[in-house]
């Protein structure tokens, strides 16, 4: 289908008989939709758990690869709802209205969980990157809604939100796993008297991505509707 990669067309071939089974069942888009709200409030709660451990025993990182893990689970959630609106057909202009700004409430929740935690640990370095990146994924998606709103297809750009949530959920859950086998997670970028930089983790590094990524793809679609915007004024 238009607008989904192939990773995502593979996933939706792995799920399709769980979609199906849902629309026997009756369960409707919406209920996926606040499911997956649900549990990206699941995953910020863990993360503030971790947050309020010890900072002496913060190299343990068994919270943010449970929290990890759960993005992703309530990621494949936010997959299925669109997908189960079709196959059941039960597309409503509420439904995708609804998906859209459940969308961003879950987002704005996880991204909370994580500065928490980095916070709370003294990450004070990792939380600015987790900040970026948020102000970069509301940008993504308020482009895109603004563009549509002003009839432009906007869907520019390799930092959607399904590659926020995979490269965010599968970092902090590496984290996790990473810690289970080896106990160690962090190296030091400069010496730590220097208050500005820190210990960093392997959470830090897609963090840094993600909010470099995310506000290019915004510009990236900012200069898109230009672009048309200045075709559709030169045609009149």
């Known amino acids: 289908m238009a607008g989904e990669s192939?990773?995502?067309l593979i996933i939706y071939n792995i799920l399709n008989p769980l979609i199906q089974l849902f629309a026997k069942v009756g369960i409707t888009p919406n209920m996926i939709t606040s499911f997956g709200v649900i549990l990206n409030i699941v995953a910020a709660v863990i993360f503030i758990i971790g947050g309020e451990q010890d900072p002496e025993f913060r190299s343990d990182m068994t919270y943010v690869g449970w929290g990890g893990f759960t993005i992703?689970?309530?990621g494949l959630f936010d997959m299925m709802d669109g997908r189960l609106a079709r196959i059941g057909n039960m597309s409503t202009s509420f439904g995708a209205f609804y998906d859209s700004v459940m969308d961003r409430y879950s987002e704005l929740i996880m991204f909370f969980g994580i500065c928490f935690y980095l916070i709370s640990q003294d990450y004070f370095l990792s939380s600015l990157f987790?900040?970026?990146?948020?102000?970069?994924?509301m940008m993504v998606s308020?482009?895109?809604s603004r563009a549509e709103g002003l009839g432009?297809?906007?869907?520019?750009?390799?930092?959607?939100?399904p590659a926020r949530v995979v490269t965010i959920g599968a970092a902090a859950m590496f984290c996790g796993i990473t810690y289970y086998f080896t106990g160690a997670f962090s190296f030091k970028i400069l010496d730590q008297s220097f208050t500005l930089f820190e210990s960093i983790s392997v959470f830090t590094l897609p963090l840094v991505f993600?909010?470099?990524m995310s506000n290019y793809t915004a510009?990236?679609?900012l200069n898109h509707?230009?672009?048309e915007l200045n075709k559709r004024d030169n045609a009149q």
């Open 219 to 221: 510009f990236q679609r």
């Open 142 to 144: 308020y482009t895109r």
């Open 6 to 8: 192939k990773a995502q």
């Open 130 to 137: 987790a900040f970026v990146a948020l102000i970069g994924s």
């Open 72 to 74: 992703l689970i309530a």
């Open 210 to 212: 993600v909010s470099i």
């Open 225 to 227: 509707c230009r672009i």
């Open 152 to 161: 432009i297809d906007c869907s520019v750009g390799m930092m959607q939100r």
